[in-house]
């Protein structure tokens, strides 16, 4: 007998009335299977795990999943689309909400980009800063977004909770537009047309910054009178930064700041000798409202009723001044 079965005969020897070495062969099996089960079992385990933080982030990235963020890993939107005020009841009503009732709605987030652990806001900045404020992490929901995506979401997330008053949304598309967004862009944030979109940007420029600021976004006064203060301001500047400072202005409210600057320019009574008549278009409706006065005219034209024709108007202001200058007869008094 080899020195081999004599090692096998001493171990794997069957004591009397045992099973046959058959059973010891199928239990040194078991072992060693085992073995390897355990092993599969945690690469396995491994590869669920993998698959997990996987699907994590293809959630995070189609922003179906809400996370809880620290506030401070979070930096504002490059364009704001709000007007601060001193006084704001519907924050404070937020933050008592939030306070009561926890954050009911989470915010949109960015990854920053080469910024890693850190996030830009598209929208819900009132409610991130209501949870700063509370001492809180902040719900949210984390996205990757272009630059136009994310103005975009911004944009329409006001739109649709109605929150934006007129001159915040011409301020929102001036500054877009400032910071070099097309205007396609910036009509999809706004979700208006190229004629609102026009109005937006004219007012917003029409109105000094420093006088947007003090009124505040005057959530009563639509486009209407934003436009008539543009076009009775002018340049007459002279005494409204003693008005706009003056205890008494900043005591009241945004609208009531609004209605004080509109009288204190004239806007309420009318200038004298203002003569006004209507044009009607081809359908039989007014489509412009022409206002004349001893120093100027204007023509404002209803985009629904004749669409694109002041553009069309305005393209040929030259033409039509040549055309009207040779008509005329020669001034004779010289």
Do not use: C
């Amino acid at each position: 007998m080899s020195r081999k079965e004599t090692v096998n005969t001493l171990f794997m020897r069957k004591p009397e009335g045992s099973a046959p070495a058959a059973g010891i062969e199928k239990s040194s099996e078991r072992v060693r299977t085992g073995a390897i089960s355990a092993m599969g079992a945690s690469l396995q385990e491994m590869t669920e795990g993998a698959r997990s933080a996987a699907r994590l982030q293809e959630q995070l990235a189609s922003g179906s999943t809400v996370i809880d963020l620290d506030p401070s890993l979070i930096d504002q939107s490059s364009v704001s689309d709000r007007i601060s005020i001193a006084v704001d009841p519907g924050f404070d009503a937020l933050v008592a909400s939030m306070r009561d009732n926890g954050q009911q709605v989470p915010i949109l987030v960015r990854p920053q980009v080469g910024l890693p652990g850190r996030f830009q806001v598209a929208y819900g900045r009132r409610r991130l800063r209501a949870a700063v404020l509370l001492g809180r992490t902040v719900r949210a929901i984390v996205q990757s977004l272009t630059d136009n995506e994310l103005v975009i979401a911004q944009g329409k997330e006001n739109l649709d909770r109605q929150d934006l008053s007129y001159i915040e949304k011409a301020q929102f598309a001036r500054r877009l537009e400032d910071n070099g967004y097309d205007r396609a862009t910036i009509m999809a944030a706004l979700s208006t047309d190229k004629g609102d979109l026009s109005r937006y940007i004219s007012i917003a420029r029409s109105i000094p910054e420093y006088l947007v600021q003090a009124i505040g976004p005057a959530p009563k006064a639509g486009r209407a009178r934003w436009a008539a203060l543009a076009d009775r301001l002018g340049q007459r500047h002279a005494g409204l930064e003693g008005l706009i400072n003056a205890p008494d202005f900043l005591a009241i409210d945004s609208d009531g700041r609004f209605a004080r600057l509109f009288d204190a320019i004239g806007g309420r009574p009318g200038k004298r000798g203002l003569k006004a008549q209507e044009w009607k278009g081809p359908k039989g409706k007014k489509a412009a409202r022409i206002e004349r006065d001893d120093r100027q005219t204007r023509i404002v034209f209803d985009e629904r009723q004749v669409p694109d024709f002041g553009n069309f108007l305005a393209d040929r202001l030259d033409e039509l001044y040549a055309q009207f200058t040779a008509g005329r007869k020669p001034d004779r008094r010289n």
